[in-house]
């Protein structure tokens, strides 16, 4: 066998050089279809049909890429190795290894591709530990526990020789009926931002970059369909949208993902003032910027504002997409052509190689000796620790919405009867990007990988003398009901009625939840809440259990039941969570990062609506929720003692603060019941007078308290002037002068105590460089800590 060609020598591989020197060296040498060849990636085991991808993307695949023909010239990326199709872990290692050493000797200078994968709920391969979904991080209001997650990813792909992975997602929930709300982390654009960047500390801590998605306005489309056309304003775009995407792009996040939808008639990924004067001039941004899965072949088949996909692609990159993904169907030899015929600048393909050169260079992909080869590490995928740490957030993330009788925790009953569709599958613990949901199901009699219990065998453990009688009643998205007249009589013959409603995930309506899963109204799905109801008419308690994607609305049934208790989607280790909590084994602590609706139309609507868009005279539809954001329920009780500004006790007075100032607010939280508990308290911000119509409330900081039988702790936020800017009316955000209230609340309708803040001095124009986020301080016991980024000196 003749062996490979050594690379190219040169300055590019003199560690001693910097990144960028290293790079413009290389860049010179490289011919223009070597540098093309870097905006591209290849998905190598995907089926050209696109029957196991996507509606549409079958439009834009065609034949089959040859492999030898596509990495001739070098390899931008490797799309999904691991989450196309159940492979072995340590086979797929060993195939990545060759085909990084294919992909280095076709290629003058010996460079490798960057691998990328899906990583959102845990990376998306074949025996790899299933986390739960963001609303379910969001529930959590932890962002410390989402950071040691995310390294736990992070260290997993590692393992793999996986380089970048796909999230976190930064879309803050705008209409409850769009299928992937269960991929977004709340409704409120502070906790997506705390929660958010939390997952890119610890994901980057590991050396894999964060992909930030979608960037943006992707869950504000029109009657929450995907993919559909976006209308927010540019104050709604400036005030909720973008300020995620700021707080990930401070903590440095290297690579973010353009959106599929337009914004205005302009698809984002087409859109320069988006993806390059925003982004990049305004903000400082300096990674990659990568397509979202065919979006720029769409920019011609479906937003068909380029005639070719050679005009799609120029547009694309002349727009500030660096790389093509999953394929390259308009970069590669299209771009290379345009600019061989002059109608493309080749100064914009170098400028996109250049920062995806810079990229690997960091990885230390262009070092002398650098192998493929991540080592020889045993490929436990699924250990101990990171099942343990995803058990504990599902735990935290579990919400006790109602518990009227006080029927929660349940004390041993004789007989419980479980019914529903979700009661005894492990389905209902998995999002549509996990790896069974997103994958598996297109391999029929693939085992999951990883163990996943069922509410079933997690009750059967955590009640032991208890007899568990089980029936489905009705299926999760089926007419039929000819299950109920068993359900019913269990119920009657039981203690207690625990009932296991909600969604089964999965992609383009083969769900309902999940991408392509959107719902016209948020009623449950199927003759779910008919089941409910008869169930709640027995005169047996009823204790409900929703595992689902999104919220959706109750209806009577939930005020005839004992309890309800919402979980989202909570992962390999959610069923032993939600048994915990309904046995009392688990405090419940957690709050819901969505408003829960009253009545299932009425949508869009969230907490961050301006006065006129609460209850008033001048419209018949009432969105009041049925429980507001923040909202959650426990075993124990609280008092919130000795409210006090900036460490002395508060009198009611306003406090004066410059407009360039800061304040702090507080209170000490003691438990005064007999069971240990956690209190998340919450500040909100409210202007009552400003020169456009804001929220009424909005999140700027949070903190969980936890605390034994008869513990209290102080916590304290400092709160800065910057924290109160928004956009006006002449586009640019603004701190101004005037009286601001901060409430410290258990929720975003249940204040405690309320400060009146005097901002004083004149108005401030402010910029991404704000101060974003509340400083927490937790005494005692508790550590002096950023609730977020964007703290003190950021």
């Known amino acids: 066998m ?19 020197e290293r790079v413009d060296h290389l860049l010179a040498a490289m011919t223009l279809e070597e540098k093309t060849a870097q905006l591209n990636g290849v998905w190598v085991s995907a089926d050209a049909s696109g029957a196991p991808v996507a509606p549409h993307q079958h439009d834009a695949s065609g034949e089959p890429l040859a492999w030898e023909e596509v990495i001739r010239d070098g390899l931008g990326q490797l799309t999904r190795p691991f989450g196309t199709a159940p492979v072995d872990p340590a086979a797929g290692r060993a195939s990545l290894v060759r085909s990084q050493r294919e992909i280095m000797n076709a290629n003058r200078f010996g460079i490798p591709a960057i691998a990328h994968e899906e990583c959102l709920t845990g990376l998306a391969a074949w025996r790899a530990t299933i986390h739960p979904v963001p609303p379910a991080w969001g529930a959590a209001f932890d962002p410390g526990l989402v950071e040691r997650m995310a390294a736990n990813i992070g260290g997993t792909m590692r393992l793999l020789g996986i380089h970048q992975g796909l999230a976190p997602v930064l879309d803050v929930a705008r209409d409850l009926r769009w299928g992937r709300v269960e991929e977004t982390i709340g409704e409120d654009p502070y906790l997506v931002s705390t929660i958010g960047a939390a997952y890119v500390r610890g994901l980057q801590s590991t050396g894999v970059i964060a992909t930030l998605k979608h960037f943006a306005g992707y869950s504000a489309s029109r009657a929450g369909r995907n993919h559909a056309p976006v209308s927010v304003g540019p104050r709604e775009l400036a005030d909720v949208v973008l300020p995620p995407f700021e707080a990930a792009v401070r903590e440095g996040a290297r690579s973010v993902m353009q959106s599929y939808n337009d914004n205005d008639g302009i698809p984002a990924a087409a859109d320069r003032r988006l993806l390059t004067e ?8 300096e990674g990659t910027l990568v397509s979202d899965y065919f979006a720029v072949t769409f920019l011609h088949t479906l937003h068909r504002v380029a005639e070719s996909p050679e005009s799609a692609g120029a547009l694309a990159l002349e727009s500030g997409v660096d790389v093509e993904l999953p394929d390259p169907h308009c970069y590669g030899d299209r771009l290379t052509a345009l600019v061989r015929s002059g109608e493309l600048d080749e100064a914009l393909v170098d400028r996109a190689a250049r920062r995806v050169l810079l990229h690997k260079c960091s990885l230390g992909m262009l070092d002398p000796g650098w192998s493929p080869d991540p080592g020889d590490s045993p490929l436990d995928l699924d250990p101990a620790p990171h099942r343990a740490l995803a058990r504990t957030l599902a735990e935290r993330s579990v919400v006790l919405l109602d518990n009227p009788g006080r029927v929660l925790p349940l004390s041993a009953p004789r007989t419980l009867a479980l019914v529903g569709p979700l009661a005894d599958t492990p389905d209902a613990m998995l999002g549509c990007y996990t790896f069974p949901a997103h994958v598996g199901r297109n391999h029929p009699g693939t085992p999951l990988g990883v163990p996943v219990p069922t509410v079933y065998e997690a009750l059967h453990r955590e009640l032991p003398d208890t007899r568990i009688v089980h029936t489905r009643g009705c299926t999760v998205d089926g007419p039929e009901t000819d299950g109920f007249e068993a359900a019913l009589a269990a119920a009657r013959e039981a203690d207690v009625c625990v009932l296991v409603l909600g969604d089964r995930s999965d992609l383009f309506g083969r769900g309902t939840s999940g991408e392509g899963c959107d719902a016209e109204d948020l009623r449950l799905p199927g003759v779910q809440q008919e089941l409910w109801e008869a169930l709640a008419a027995t005169g047996t308690p009823v204790v409900a259990v929703l595992i689902t994607g999104r919220p959706y609305a109750l209806g009577a049934a939930a005020d005839a039941s004992a309890a309800v208790v919402q979980a989202f989607m909570p992962g390999e280790e959610g069923a032993g969570a939600i048994a915990g909590v309904l046995s009392g084994r688990v405090g419940p602590s957690g709050r819901l990062p969505f408003s829960v609706p009253r009545s299932p139309g009425g949508q869009p609507a969230t907490y961050l609506g301006a006065p006129l868009a609460r209850r008033s005279e001048v419209s018949s539809v009432d969105p ?8 959650g329920l426990s075993y124990t009780s609280f008092s919130w003692e000795d409210p006090r500004v900036d460490g002395r006790p508060a009198d009611g007075s306003p406090v004066p603060v410059p407009t360039d100032g800061e304040v702090t607010v507080g209170c000490t939280v003691r438990n005064t ?28 900081g949070y903190a969980r308290v936890d605390l034994e039988p008869g513990e209290a702790r102080a916590v304290d936020f400092t709160v800065h002037a910057d924290q109160s800017s928004y956009t006006g009316p002449d586009g640019v955000r603004t701190v101004d002068p005037g009286l601001l209230e901060l409430s410290l609340a258990a929720s975003s309708e249940d204040p405690r105590h309320t400060f009146t803040v005097d901002l004083r001095g004149p108005a401030r124009t402010v910029d991404h460089t704000r101060r974003l986020t509340a400083a927490v301080r937790l005494d005692p016991a508790g550590e002096e800590e950023a609730a977020a980024p964007g703290g003190p000196g950021r």
């Not at 003749?2 to 960028?20: K, V």
């Not at 925003?278 to 941004?285: A, E, K, M, Q, T």
């Open 2 to 20: 003749t062996p490979p060609p050594e690379p190219l020598d040169g300055p590019w591989r003199d560690t001693s050089l910097a990144d960028g």
């Open 278 to 285: 925003l982004l990049r001039d305004r903000w400082g941004f």
């Open 624 to 631: 009041t929720p049925r429980h507001p954001f923040g909202h």
């Open 673 to 700: 019941g007999r069971l240990a508990g956690t209190e998340v308290v919450q500040v909100y911000l409210h202007d009552p007078v400003a020169r456009v119509a804001l929220p009424v409330r909005r999140l700027v």
